[in-house]
């Protein structure tokens, strides 16, 4: 293409210059005038530009589970400036911000100041604290949805409400070793993944207001009780080996007694008969200071109360042996303790 057809070409498109070919006398209309070409252009381009668009935060969690700090990283590709929204009483907000922000707006109708950053994208390392809002269910923590009115100028503590959809949306909580999640959920579509002790979330593209519910329990922790029944703990075992190898039988007469089995905070069997035949079972040890406990939870107490078993734990070369036993009102267990060879 010439020069001189390229330079036609580019004052057609910005509007500057009509395009004369074909052209029809316009008709009276009622509706409101087209946006010029020039925008219409500059529309396309912002929104084709803003779909590398992304915001991601990363949580981590101190060993309390209550507290910890959060990086957020966005980028804006577009030609929108970012805004955040922070309380007056926040001193937890804002430890690190880079690039600063361009301009700082008092916000007295909700007691706040409202941050403008550059286009480009801002990082903001910042501190939580869940101990307001955390559910506590035994051993385990809920962060439960966060619907409740917000002191600020959108009215909402939904996940990213301004001034637009991200095309890319992602989320991290890294955990301490001393916990581990349970569940986990969104309120909006994406993908979750679970390495290790960091949980992730991506969102599809194109969505707003993300509100997530967390479940996570402290996994080294020994329960005091199991489904309202004190536990007594009978010993603490020495184990040199990744896994042990577990033997469980009636050392007695059988009669009848039922048991369920609970390891590292699940149940690993359920409504089990005791016999002389022994159940044998692998379990993973784990690497925690606080080991690993395994109980024994009475479903009934046979004809000869109260409910007893026989366990034989296997690690290495080395043997432990002995009775627990379980009723209606207590439930037994041991702890597996890692140890250095």
Not at 95 to 100: D, G, H, T
Not at 235 to 256: C, N
Request: proline share 7%; aromatic share 12%; net charge positive.
């Amino acid at each position: 293409m010439k020069k001189k057809n390229i330079l036609l070409f580019f004052l057609v498109m910005a509007g500057i210059f009509p395009l004369a070919i074909n052209a029809q006398p316009a008709k009276p209309s009622s509706r409101r005038p087209p946006r010029p070409a020039s925008v219409e252009i500059l529309k396309q381009v912002k929104e084709t530009l803003g779909r590398y668009d992304y915001n991601q935060k990363v949580k981590f969690i101190n060993e309390d589970g209550l507290s910890g700090f959060e990086l957020q990283t966005s980028k804006k590709t577009s030609f929108e400036s970012d805004a955040f929204w922070k309380g007056a009483n926040d001193t937890l907000s804002y430890l690190y911000e880079f690039p600063r922000p361009v301009k700082d707006s008092a916000d007295q109708l909700n007691s706040g100041t409202i941050s403008f950053y550059p286009p480009g994208g801002e990082n903001i390392l910042s501190a939580f604290d869940w101990s307001k809002v955390v559910v506590r269910s035994g051993d385990t923590l809920i962060i439960p949805f966060d619907t409740r009115p917000a002191n600020n100028p959108y009215g909402k503590r939904f996940d990213w409400t301004h001034p637009g959809n991200f095309r890319n949306y992602a989320r991290a909580w890294i955990f301490p070793n001393s916990m581990r999640p349970v569940s986990y959920r969104c309120n909006r579509k994406g993908s979750w993944s679970l390495k290790r002790n960091v949980l992730s979330f991506i969102g599809e593209p194109n969505q707003n207001e993300f509100n997530f519910e967390l479940k996570y329990l402290k996994r080294n922790l020994m329960l005091s009780e199991l489904n309202g029944r004190p536990v007594s703990y009978k010993k603490e075992i020495p184990i040199e080996s990744d896994t042990v190898f577990l033997e469980l039988k009636d050392d007695q007469e059988e009669d009848g007694d039922m048991v369920s089995l609970y390891y590292d905070h699940e149940w690993i069997g359920k409504n089990i008969q005791v016999t002389t035949q022994p159940l044998r079972i692998f379990l993973p040890v784990s690497f925690e200071p606080g080991g690993s406990s395994f109980i024994l939870h009475a479903e009934n107490e046979g004809t000869a109360p109260p409910n007893t078993a026989l366990v034989t734990i296997y690690t290495g070369s080395k043997k432990y042996s002995l009775t627990l036993s379980s009723s209606k009102t207590q439930s037994a267990g041991i702890v597996l303790k890692r140890v250095e060879k």
